[in-house]
């Protein structure tokens, strides 16, 4: 089994703290939906804080399966390993599709590297790097903004192969919204990254990161790391054969 599992609870309003500690893991809860970037780094805080080195991010959705976990840790010289769906896209939906393929045209040419999916929220993430990098945006543009500063800073990444898992459950994502959020990171001055907030959906706050309100750290015998905000799915604790300096986080899918 993972060594450890912590849940990020992004103010989710099901049963899904309730789930994540019968399943046996460490949950964190954000009072208010912040956003999954900023579940992302509450997570990893947490992970760095328990001496695991490497965290395994996931969706809370159901998007990834746990039988592709292996993939992820056959090459120890990437210091981030990202899932690639689009190698097989079949059952993805067309508008999502084709929206990552656009942005990760975009980000492949800008970065000068071959980038096929670069909106997967599947990721091996090594925390002392990720630790070094400026990485503060608080929503679904945190999967690129991780990717540039991983290879601005010239560390290894590498892509694998995985299982497109497309369910009935809404998108968190809001069209409008978020297409800017993305748009301001993009043409963001790199060393003011997020220089103002915009309008936020009902219920997200945008307090700073660094000391984040409404953070209550609820522990269990075990634990990972998972962030989301919505309901859990019952194969976020797969066995796996991560070692004792790994922990895993879910999170939800740009």
Same mark, same amino acid.
């Given at each position: 089994?993972?060594?450890?599992? &912590? !849940? ?9 703290? %309730?789930?994540?500690?019968?399943? =046996? ?28 080195? #490497? ?7 159901? %998007?990834? @399966?746990?039988?592709? &976990? ?12 990202? =899932? ?17 393929? #656009?942005?990760?045209?975009? +980000? ?15 990721? +091996?993430?090594? +925390? ?7 990485? !503060? ?10 990717? @540039? @500063? ?18 009935? %459950? ?6 409008? &919204?978020?297409?800017?959020? #993305?748009?301001?990171? #993009? ?15 009902? =219920?997200?706050?945008?307090?700073? +990161? ?5 953070? %209550? ?33 879910? =999170?939800?899918?740009?």
């Amino acid at each position: 089994m993972l060594p450890a599992v &912590i !849940v990020v609870d992004d103010g989710s309003g099901d049963g899904t703290q %309730q789930e994540a500690r019968v399943a =046996g893991a460490e949950v964190i809860c954000h009072e208010r939906n912040r956003g999954k970037g900023a579940a992302i780094q509450t997570g990893f805080r947490r992970a760095i804080e328990r001496g695991f080195e #490497w965290a395994l991010l996931m969706d809370g959705d159901g %998007q990834h @399966a746990a039988s592709d &976990i292996p993939k992820f840790l056959g090459d120890s010289s990437a210091r981030l390993v990202v =899932g690639n769906r689009m190698a097989n896209p079949d059952g993805m939906p067309w508008l999502r599709r084709f929206v990552n393929r #656009w942005m990760s045209a975009r +980000l492949s040419k800008r970065l000068d590297m071959d980038l096929p999916d670069s909106q997967c929220g599947f990721r +091996l993430v090594h +925390l002392p790097s990720w630790s070094k990098l400026k990485c !503060v945006t608080r929503h679904f543009e945190v999967e690129s903004e991780m990717l @540039a @500063a991983f290879i601005e800073a010239h560390y290894p990444v590498k892509f694998v192969p995985i299982e497109v898992i497309y369910n009935e %459950q809404a998108s968190k994502i809001a069209p409008v &919204i978020d297409t800017l959020r #993305w748009f301001r990171w #993009w043409y963001a001055d790199g060393t003011n990254p997020h220089p103002r907030p915009l309008p936020s959906r009902k =219920g997200e706050g945008e307090e700073s +990161l660094p000391n984040p309100e409404g953070e %209550q750290f609820c522990p269990t015998e075990k634990g990972a790391v998972f962030p989301f905000s919505g309901r859990m799915t019952r194969h976020s604790f797969p066995p796996s054969p991560l070692n004792e300096e790994r922990a895993g986080v879910r =999170g939800e899918d740009a």
